[in-house]
């Protein structure tokens, strides 16, 4: 038996449980793994809530993506990993099908990726799905290239750093928006080439992104904007992008509906379209591109784990709410005794 977290309705973190579960053997191709940190994602308050992008088909539904642990056992055909070896995980899988909220859990051989040495378990639970999500829609999507200007909203998410970091070991310009100012000298820090407040706070009206995007790129606007909000704001997002750039939306923090800028003779030539993570982690090619690239930050020290606070697995209500605080600057991670 495990101590894993369930929740058998749709609600708020108060619908999240800690119960004793019977744990399996892998089965062929899967990995047995003992957690030791989770690293938590919006995509598992959305889930919990009933708005995430698939729906819970079954209750008790379990919760997680993301987490470092060591295995335990694999199954049958897994080549690569043994016991006792440390790892991450990163979503390949439905969270219908698998979750990692728990002491001791299974998931797919294709989505524990080996631990690099010195990575300890909690920074092991909080790079892997911010560094994946950022390099995807960066190089892979985006094609980021030495030169560009990358603008990035909810810049104090764990991806939004990780964004940050690539941008610059990419040689581009990364532009943070956040809607706070009390966040700009964290994420100038954090290598921002500029941070603008998008506001509005209280006797602060927020800035024109277009503009100041535009007058940082002497008129041409961003190659790439990374849009984790959506909303009625990509209008104004659009603004800021160069002729033949792109908008990759890949969040929904709004929550309010999504409408494509209208077409008007004579506006740049600009792409819009959806982005996750998926695309990356669900292509072996796209992922084995993605974990070297991500090692090798680590290993030089250009990527490192930001974690805004940790919680403990009994505290897992706790620490979704912080997360839906918006309050973080960086990763929220729970550690497993």
Not at 3 to 24: I, W
Not at 167 to 172: F, S, T
Not at 261 to 276: D, K, N, W
């Amino acid at each position: 038996m495990a101590r894993t977290v369930v929740f058998r309705e749709l609600g708020g973190p108060e619908v999240l449980r800690l119960e004793d579960v019977e744990v399996r053997d892998p089965g062929p191709g899967e990995v047995r793994v003992r957690v030791e940190a989770i690293g938590l994602n919006r995509s598992e308050v959305l889930f919990r809530s009933g708005l995430y992008i698939e729906p819970v088909k079954r209750f008790p539904a379990t919760l997680g993506t993301e987490a470092a642990g060591v295995v335990e056992a694999v199954g049958a055909g897994v080549t690569g990993l043994r016991p006792g070896q440390p790892v991450s995980t990163v979503q390949t899988f439905s969270m219908n099908d698998y979750g990692v909220y728990g002491e001791s859990v299974v998931v797919p051989a294709a989505a524990v990726l080996r631990r690099p040495e010195g990575i300890g378990a909690v920074e092991g639970a909080a790079v892997w799905m911010s560094y994946v999500t950022a390099y995807g829609a960066l190089m892979e999507t985006g094609g980021v290239r030495p030169g560009d200007t990358v603008v990035l909203n909810a810049a104090s998410s764990s991806v939004g750093l990780a964004a940050i970091h690539v941008a610059d070991r990419l040689g581009a310009t990364p532009i943070a928006l956040t809607r706070t100012a009390a966040k700009k000298e964290a994420l100038l820090k954090e290598g921002a080439a500029e941070v603008i407040v998008t506001g509005p706070e209280e006797g602060v009206s927020g800035e024109d992104v277009a503009e100041r995007v535009l007058a940082a790129t002497g008129g041409r606007g961003a190659g790439l904007v990374l849009d984790a909000v959506a909303g009625p704001g990509v209008r104004g997002l659009m603004r800021a992008v160069a002729s033949g750039g792109m908008l990759l939306v890949y969040g929904a923090l709004s929550g309010q509906p999504t409408p494509y800028p209208g077409i008007e003779l004579g506006m740049p030539a600009v792409a819009m379209r959806t982005y996750t993570m998926l695309e990356t982690t669900r292509r072996p090619e796209r992922l084995r591109r993605a974990e070297a690239f991500v090692a090798s930050g680590l290993r030089s020290g250009a990527f490192r784990a930001v974690v805004d606070r940790t919680f403990e697995l009994d505290e897992i209500a706790a620490a979704h709410r912080h997360l839906e605080s918006n309050a973080q600057i960086g990763k929220i991670v729970v550690t497993v005794p």
